[in-house]
């Protein structure tokens, strides 16, 4: 996630240094393991978990994930479909908004 500093602002966003502290990560967060899901997520997928959901949050939904081979690509999608906001979804239909998902491996 980039996200520039609220205290770079001004000419100090233009210097090398406030560019690479603009470039910094600020992590993601770590989501929650699905409860309908068995098989046990690892940390870092929990993290990349929490970067999906934020990646569906906004208005233009969806992302690119693009691990490395072996890294869980397959269990992460399958968690972010099973940690859908139910009452969200349901809105969501409701309103005539698309509920489908597009996975392409």
């Known amino acids: 996630v980039l996200q520039c500093s609220p205290e770079l602002v001004g000419e100090a966003a233009f ?20 409860a309908e899901m068995e098989l046990q997520l690892y940390p870092v997928q929990l993290q990349t978990l929490g970067w999906a959901r934020g990646k569906e949050a906004g208005a233009t939904r969806g992302g690119a994930l693009v691990d490395e081979m072996g890294f869980g690509k397959t269990q992460i999608i399958a968690a972010l479909v099973l940690s859908d906001d139910k009452a969200q979804l349901a809105q969501r239909v409701a309103s005539g908004e698309s509920r489908a998902t597009l996975v392409v491996m």
Do not use: D
Not at 19 to 33: D, K, N, V, W
């Open 15 to 34: 210097t090398s240094a406030g560019i690479f502290r603009a470039l910094e990560s600020t992590g993601h967060p770590t989501a929650e393991q699905p």
